[in-house]
């Protein structure tokens, strides 16, 4: 499996943020990247590094620009008008991994972080980034390709800037869910791991082959998912969490 990653630029606060939790540190930014880095590979992934991209300020977080699939891969096209430029340099470099690139046309729009893989399945998140047309594109993409699809509408729940922020896929029908979402019809039938409110940041982790990544300091949720046997590299994503990040964001994971 590859990991693409590409390191924040020294105009990382520029980019897109809700300004909650202050400004970032790029000093501290660059380190706790490099170790989100070293966990990848920790982990059994090699990595494609990109380059800064001082164009796009948002542009470590590099989920954002295209859905990849086993079978598939489509490039979104971002809900903030200041990340489309983003497509362009993804495109060539997932031209490497893919012989035919699906692409989201205007006038829908999508962030990667609003899609969240269940295996065969897909929960499709519609928010302010992802609109109700770039949703559909891309559930006729994926049943193209024998996937099965659920929208999941986010718009006016607080907290969640993007369907990711509250959900994440561990593998054996088991989903990690915020309160904002643990009632809705679409995760009926799976096993929820529910997060506590004050936790619900971590909520944003990642399965990675034998290990779960999962944000630092929130011991309630870590020591929920170590009682059900799951191996945990715990990050401290500060710095990302104030430009509204999280740890699925940092990554397009590639399968091998």
């Given at each position: 499996?590859?990991?693409?990653?590409r390191?924040?630029?020294?105009?990382?606060?520029?980019?897109?943020?809700s300004?909650?939790?202050?400004?970032?540190n790029?000093?501290i930014a660059?380190?706790?990247?490099e170790?989100?880095?070293q966990?990848?590979?920790?982990?059994?992934?090699?990595?494609?590094?990109?380059?800064?991209?001082?164009?796009?300020?948002?542009?470590?977080?590099?989920?954002?620009?295209?859905?990849?699939?086993?079978?598939?891969?489509?490039?979104?096209?971002?809900?903030a008008a200041?990340?489309?430029?983003e497509?362009e340099?993804?495109?060539k470099?997932?031209?490497?991994?893919y012989?035919?690139?699906?692409e989201?046309?205007?006038?829908g729009?999508?962030?990667?972080?609003d899609i969240?893989e269940?295996?065969?399945?897909?929960?499709?998140?519609?928010s302010d980034?992802t609109?109700?047309a770039?949703a559909?594109q891309?559930?006729?993409v994926?049943?193209?390709?024998?996937?099965?699809?659920?929208?999941?509408?986010?718009?006016?729940?607080?907290g969640?800037l993007?369907?990711?922020?509250g959900?994440?896929?561990?593998?054996?029908?088991?989903?990690?869910?915020?309160?904002?979402?643990?009632?809705?019809?679409a995760?009926?039938?799976y096993?929820?791991i529910r997060?506590?409110p004050?936790?619900n940041?971590?909520?944003?982790?990642?399965r990675?082959?034998?290990?779960?990544?999962?944000?630092?300091?929130y011991?309630?949720?870590?020591?929920?998912?170590?009682?059900?046997g799951?191996?945990?590299?715990?990050?401290d994503?500060?710095?990302?969490?104030?430009?509204?990040?999280g740890?699925?964001?940092?990554?397009?994971r590639?399968?091998?």
């Amino acid at each position: 499996m590859v990991a693409i990653v590409r390191a924040p630029g020294s105009n990382f606060s520029l980019g897109e943020t809700s300004g909650l939790y202050g400004q970032p540190n790029y000093q501290i930014a660059l380190q706790q990247h490099e170790r989100y880095c070293q966990a990848l590979e920790y982990c059994g992934l090699t990595l494609t590094r990109l380059p800064p991209d001082m164009a796009h300020p948002d542009s470590t977080f590099v989920e954002d620009t295209a859905i990849i699939t086993p079978r598939c891969a489509i490039m979104s096209r971002p809900g903030a008008a200041s990340r489309l430029g983003e497509i362009e340099d993804m495109r060539k470099v997932l031209r490497g991994f893919y012989s035919q690139l699906h692409e989201i046309q205007p006038p829908g729009t999508l962030d990667g972080g609003d899609i969240c893989e269940a295996g065969e399945h897909f929960f499709i998140g519609i928010s302010d980034r992802t609109n109700q047309a770039g949703a559909q594109q891309l559930a006729n993409v994926l049943s193209d390709y024998g996937y099965t699809h659920d929208f999941v509408d986010i718009r006016g729940l607080a907290g969640l800037l993007h369907l990711k922020s509250g959900i994440a896929y561990l593998g054996e029908n088991r989903l990690m869910l915020v309160d904002a979402l643990i009632d809705h019809p679409a995760f009926q039938g799976y096993e929820v791991i529910r997060v506590d409110p004050q936790e619900n940041y971590a909520a944003n982790c990642v399965r990675v082959n034998d290990h779960v990544l999962i944000a630092s300091a929130y011991p309630h949720l870590s020591a929920r998912l170590e009682q059900l046997g799951y191996r945990l590299i715990e990050l401290d994503m500060s710095e990302f969490r104030k430009m509204d990040g999280g740890l699925s964001c940092l990554s397009l994971r590639i399968p091998g």
